[in-house]
């Protein structure tokens, strides 16, 4: 069994709440990365900011990144995750019925790792991935 641990991107860094949007940007562009999880209290996840969100939340709305803070961009609704233990297929089932591209490993409530397509194209079957681009892709008309 392939678990979310084996499949996952280990020190994965996190952004607090009040953190602004500017030092959000800075820190993906310093990371080339497209996303970084959010943590408020004690480190507990929040959410995810994207590059898109910071793009379509904040500029595109005339804010100035330097004023808004991260934790404002995040959904307030669900932050969808998995277990460290979850076996790859319910990872695969997560990212696919959410139509989310990054999912955060969790290991006793603490962010331990963050799971991408990329990571799963990497070392999973190409079916497997393929099927997973395509679910995620799809937009429903």
Not at 8 to 22: A, I, K, W
Not at 113 to 128: C, M, R, T, Y
């Amino acid at each position: 069994m392939t678990t979310a641990r084996d499949v996952m991107h280990r020190g994965c860094e996190c952004l607090q709440v009040n953190e602004t949007v500017d030092v959000a940007a800075r820190r993906m562009a310093e990371l080339n990365v497209g996303a970084l999880p959010v943590c408020g209290e004690e480190g507990r996840l929040k959410g995810i900011i994207t590059d898109r969100d910071i793009v379509v939340k904040c500029i595109a709305r005339g804010k100035d990144p330097a004023a808004v803070a991260a934790g404002e961009l995040v959904e307030a609704e669900r932050v969808w995750s998995v277990d460290a233990n979850a076996d790859v297929e319910d990872v695969l089932h997560q990212m696919v019925e959410h139509k989310i591209r990054r999912v955060p490993v969790l290991e006793n409530q603490e962010l331990v790792g963050i799971i991408s397509q990329a990571d799963l194209a990497a070392k999973l079957p190409e079916d497997k991935v393929g099927e997973l681009v395509e679910a995620i892709s799809a937009t429903s008309h």
